[in-house]
């Protein structure tokens, strides 16, 4: 595998800089991606700054407790299609990253989290309305930053956003009676999550200039790899080490949001998994009565055991396959290696 650089900047944030630029021709590529991640976040540490010193230090939380940088980086790698890390490319990568930090805002009000990248979640340390307002903050300063590069960027930053409270909207109220809840639920992932890493990936094309044809093969591909990471995450949720996950294992199911394991076992008829799937149930509705959350760590033990979970594994891998075969327009090259490994790797990690 490709040394991780000294200090490489993606290496603690992302954990898989040696899968994605792996290989002689992909060392070059990490050098160029590595600088364009540092003028990133050095304007994001600039776009982030408000003369306001609650909206300053909210603003900040959630950036300065880390995160892994995938949008940014997907935007850098499309942009060597064209002419590379333009000015307008970096504005774009920062401004998408901003809208993926505001997201988090409210998903940890609509979720009831408690933590975040490994420190407490900012509605825990302000309240519900100040994260919101927060969220809402990050969304308006990234439609600034885009409003600067035209109506095509414009564009593509309110169809990214109208997606990604459909999703949510969608996610919150539920499937109907007639919906299959397993497709119901990957379109809430298509939307929520792949539909602003193919934002990343197109950006990275359309601000350097790069060939129109690839835009709608590097869509598809963002949807499809992004639906793999979320169901990938959905795996990790269930994880016995908060440590490694910086989440206490099933946050989501405790705060009664279905994952994709959970929606499996509903699939499941035997009576050890209808049995499971009622403790769960029984669980999450005393938790919302406000039992102690800890009662579900046994159900959820077992669901991590559960062929559901590994269903979910296997689900994930499919779907990060037919992100590598969207990009078969793309010209042989580091770019579309890297691509690939990317792809591969979301559907296979550890947090």
Known sequence: MTPTAPGSH???????????????RSRSLLKTVEAGLKRVDDALEQELRVTDALADATSRY??????????????????????????????????????????????????????????????????????????????SRASQI????????????????ERLVLGQMHETVGPAETDDRVE???QVLSDKTGSLIAAAAQAGVIFSNGPEEFEGALMTFGEKAGVAFQLLDDVIDLSADPDETGKVPGTDLRAG??????????????????????????????????A????????????????????????????????????????????????????????????
Do not use: C
């Open 10 to 24: 993606i290496a603690g944030k992302l954990g898989l800089t040696d899968r994605v630029f792996a290989g002689a």
């Open 62 to 139: 959630l950036y300065d407790a880390g995160g892994k940088r995938v949008r940014p980086m997907l935007a850098l790698l499309t942009a060597q299609l064209g002419d590379g890390a333009t000015d307008e490319v970096i504005e774009s990568a920062t401004a998408l990253e901003m809208t993926h930090l505001g997201s988090l805002y409210h998903d940890d009000v609509m979720d009831a989290a408690d933590r975040r990248r490994g420190v407490p979640s900012a509605h825990a340390v302000w309240g519900n309305s100040v994260a919101i307002l927060t969220g809402d903050l990050l969304f």
């Open 146 to 161: 885009m409003a600067r590069h035209g109506d095509r960027a414009i564009r593509l930053q309110a169809d990214t956003f």
């Open 184 to 186: 119901f639920y990957l």
């Open 257 to 290: 949001v279905p994952t994709m394991p959970y929606l499996v076992l509903g699939q499941r008829t035997d009576a050890s998994s209808l049995a499971l799937r009622d403790r769960i149930d029984e669980g999450v509705a005393r938790i919302a009565d406000g």
């Open 292 to 351: 102690d959350p800890s009662l579900l760590d046994e159900p959820l033990a077992q669901l991590r055991e559960h062929p559901a979970t590994e269903a979910t594994l296997d689900l994930a891998h499919a779907w990060s396959q037919q992100a590598v075969d969207a990009l078969e327009p793309l010209p042989d090259g580091a770019v579309r290696e890297a691509l690939t490994r990317f792809a591969q790797a979301v559907a296979d990690r550890s947090s």
